[in-house]
């Protein structure tokens, strides 16, 4: 199957700092990919649809400014968290869809952030 | 809203079988599962369209209602490997636009 790789898979940062995390489909193309956030021992909720060359598209209450998705290319997709505070800890997962030959969604690895 | 699925968590034995139910409360077009192991991606499993379409994936099986705007994963004879949560995803709508909403999760665990 398709492969998805995150970078980093876990970063610890002080509040107030930003975090970059990098989401890339390694052996396919992906002019779409999507950014979710789990909280522990919940579901995943989808943060924003991540479309290559244009504006991304985000889901109610997710503070575009506070994290902004940037989708350069259609291997490659950034999602940072700007002047990350505690709260914004969580697991951040990404992952890109395919249509052909079966329609699935592959999903990076995640990334595991701990704002102190 | 989110899918609800059902139960919430489960405990079997090596051998055994479950059913885990996912629930929406609006109309669909296709249902998605996925399992997840502590620290880990989702793994896609398999993906129906059709209502009353039935799938198999080794001893891992799905169905899914239209109708009822349900699905069912039916996992018989449990493995070790088989513990993790389990998710489905749901769309309303196809397209490339369109988006997965995922349900409240079933944690599974097997034990010898």
């Known amino acids: 199957g398709a492969v998805v790789s995150q970078h980093p898979s876990r970063v610890i940062c002080k509040s107030g700092t930003s975090v970059k995390i990098e989401c890339r489909s390694l052996?396919?193309?992906?002019?779409?990919m999507f950014w979710y956030r789990q909280f522990p021992k919940q579901s995943l909720m989808l943060m924003a649809t991540s479309n290559e060359g244009s504006k991304a598209t985000y889901e109610q209450g997710v503070e575009k400014d506070k994290f902004l998705i940037n989708h350069a290319s259609l291997t490659l997709s950034t999602l940072t968290v700007t002047s990350a505070h505690p709260e914004d800890s969580s697991f951040y997962i990404c992952?890109?869809?395919?249509?052909?030959?079966?329609?699935?969604?592959?999903f990076g690895p995640g990334t595991r952030l701990t704002v102190l | 809203q989110q899918p609800v699925q059902s139960p919430q968590a489960v405990i079997l034995r090596e051998g055994e079988d479950a059913v885990i139910n996912c629930s929406s409360s609006k109309a669909l077009y296709s249902v998605h599962w996925y399992r997840q192991k502590h620290g880990e991606a989702p793994v896609f499993l398999m993906i129906l369209l059709k209502g009353g379409e039935q799938k198999g994936h080794e001893k891992i099986s799905a169905s899914f209602n239209e109708k009822k705007q349900q699905s069912s994963l039916y996992l018989t004879a449990s493995q070790l490997s088989y513990s993790g949560t389990y998710f489905c995803g749901t769309e309303t709508q196809p397209g490339t636009a369109s988006k997965l909403t995922f349900g409240t999760g079933t944690r599974l665990q097997v034990t010898l």
């Open positions: 052996d396919f193309q992906a002019t779409t």
């Open positions: 992952s890109a869809r395919v249509r052909v030959p079966t329609d699935t969604q592959y």
